[in-house]
């Protein structure tokens, strides 16, 4: 079993950052691509971004190419996004995902392997 766990959420000025960090225990996920997806009231979960095992491949949503960096400490077996330069329409629950990244760069939030529980980010403007 795994459990994925995130903090690092919060309230936020537009143009400000902020860092999410999600732990995951029970097991290493070295077959698995890490990342983020975000939920805003009334609309659909959207991918946002994926990192591989590696490190060395990460997708991005084109609406946080940019502003947001994904990156992963597998000794820590923890995935972090670091988002800058925040606007009030990222305001959203963040959930941390593990599974495929194609799964993940296709949306197909439905076939995702693992969850976390959330954290909520707001922007104010």
């Known amino acids: 079993q795994v459990q994925l766990v995130e903090s690092g959420g919060g309230l936020v000025q537009a143009g400000g950052s902020l860092r999410l960090s999600c732990a995951a225990a029970g097991r290493t996920l070295s077959s698995y691509g890490m990342g983020w997806f975000r939920q805003a009231p009334g609309k659909e979960r959207e991918f946002v971004a994926v990192i591989g095992w590696s490190g060395g491949s990460a997708y991005y949503a084109d609406s946080v190419k940019g502003r947001f960096t994904i990156s992963r400490d597998n000794a820590k077996n923890t995935v972090y996004l670091q988002m800058n330069s925040l606007k009030p329409e990222d305001a959203a629950v963040y959930y941390c995902?593990?599974?495929?990244?194609?799964?993940?760069?296709?949306?197909?939030?439905?076939?995702?392997?693992?969850w976390g529980q959330g954290t909520q980010v707001t922007v104010s403007s």
């Open positions: 995902a593990a599974s495929s990244i194609a799964t993940m760069v296709r949306n197909r939030w439905r076939g995702i392997d693992y």
